[in-house]
């Protein structure tokens, strides 16, 4: 089921489908406040912030940050409840992630779920409720899954750049 803020979009939206592009903009850009807020609450308060995870947890997303940096923080920021969001917003202060970056990856990833659930909200009324619940999942894994191919594939494309300007020159 989706969260608080999901299901506020949603009635909302349902109620007054010509105004869903006012509610899809002001979730977005609350959720990215309070984002911002926390990532900068768990920037002074350090590793104290993450106490409330379990370390196992903690090693993993600290892995993903220094792995994949924004890519992590964009993708948990489309996937839908219970996956632990907040725990890759707080990670991303204490491991000092660059803000702008950091706001960008959120920005995007909640524009994205935000104008999904307040387009079916206008298009299907009450039903979209039922329609998320059932899809979404499905849809936030499907999506996050396409955004690491699209990284993996950028990625691969620029390691291959190189190689071919070297054997360019040396033809």
């Given at each position: 089921?989706?969260?608080?803020?999901?299901?506020?979009?949603?009635?909302?939206?349902?109620?007054?489908?010509?105004?869903?592009?006012?509610y899809?903009?002001?979730?977005?850009?609350?959720?990215?406040?309070?984002?911002?807020?926390?990532?900068?609450?768990s920037?002074?308060?350090g590793?104290?912030?993450?106490s409330?995870?379990?370390?196992?947890?903690?090693?993993?997303?600290?892995?993903?940050?220094?792995r994949?940096?924004?890519?992590?923080?964009?993708?948990?920021?489309?996937?839908?409840?219970?996956?632990?969001?907040?725990?890759?917003?707080?990670?991303?202060?204490?491991?000092?992630?660059?803000?702008?970056?950091?706001?960008?990856?959120?920005?995007?990833?909640?524009?994205?779920?935000?104008?999904?659930?307040?387009?079916?909200?206008?298009?299907?009324?009450?039903?979209?409720?039922?329609?998320?619940?059932?899809?979404?999942?499905?849809?936030?894994?499907?999506?996050?899954?396409?955004?690491?191919?699209?990284?993996?594939?950028?990625?691969?494309?620029?390691?291959?750049?190189?190689?071919?300007?070297?054997?360019?020159?040396?033809?």
């Open positions: 089921m989706p969260g608080g803020v999901d299901a506020v979009l949603l009635v909302l939206a349902a109620s007054r489908p010509a105004w869903m592009l006012i899809v903009s002001a979730a977005t850009i609350g959720s990215t406040a309070g984002c911002i807020g926390l990532y900068r609450i920037r002074r308060a590793k104290r912030a993450l409330r995870f379990s370390e196992a947890r903690q090693k993993r997303v600290k892995s993903l940050l220094d994949y940096d924004v890519l992590s923080v964009l993708v948990a920021s489309v996937l839908p409840p219970p996956f632990p969001f907040k725990l890759f917003v707080v990670s991303a202060g204490v491991f000092r992630l660059n803000l702008l970056r950091f706001t960008l990856a959120i920005a995007g990833g909640r524009l994205f779920r935000y104008l999904l659930e307040g387009y079916l909200a206008a298009r299907y009324g009450e039903h979209a409720k039922e329609l998320l619940a059932r899809y979404y999942p499905s849809i936030g894994i499907g999506l996050a899954l396409l955004i690491i191919a699209l990284f993996v594939g950028r990625t691969f494309l620029r390691r291959a750049e190189p190689r071919t300007a070297l054997s360019d020159v040396e033809n």
